[in-house]
Nanobody
Framework: QVQLVESGGGLVQPGGSLRLSCTAS????????MGWYRQAPGNQRELVAS???????DYADSVKGRFTISRDNAKNTVYLQMNSLKPEDTAVYYC??????????WGQGTQVTVSS
């Protein structure tokens, strides 16, 4: 199993920025897919951004142009840089990994609150 540890959440004003980190317990070059998802109260968990070992990147329409996903293989870490944050970005953000074919792991989540 792969352990994922997220960090970087917090309270930020509208228009502000945060960078989330997701560090894996194994070499992320062996993890085909890593993604950031979010879940707001009363809503289903949704994809925010994802990246594969082939550097195929995908973003939700709602975050395109504002969020950037990247990976640092040397640190076994995937980042989510979030700029121009809006109140509707408020949610718990989760990191997901798909490895070994179909095996999946989730992190514990980190809270992001955008409010003045």
């Amino acid at each position: 199993q792969v352990q994922l540890v997220e960090s970087g959440g917090g309270l930020v004003q509208p228009g502000g920025s945060l960078r989330l980190s997701c560090t894996a317990s194994i070499n992320i070059l062996s993890i085909y897919y890593m993604g950031w998802y979010r879940q707001a109260p009363g809503n289903q968990r949704e994809l925010v951004a994802s990246i594969t070992t082939s550097s195929i990147i995908d973003y939700a329409d709602s975050v395109k142009g504002r969020f950037t996903i990247s990976r640092d293989n040397a640190k076994n870490t995937v980042y989510l840089q979030m700029n121009s944050l809006k109140p509707e970005d408020t949610a718990v953000y989760y990191c997901k990994a798909i490895f070994g074919g179909i095996r999946t792991s989730w992190g514990q989540g980190t809270q992001v609150t955008v409010s003045s």
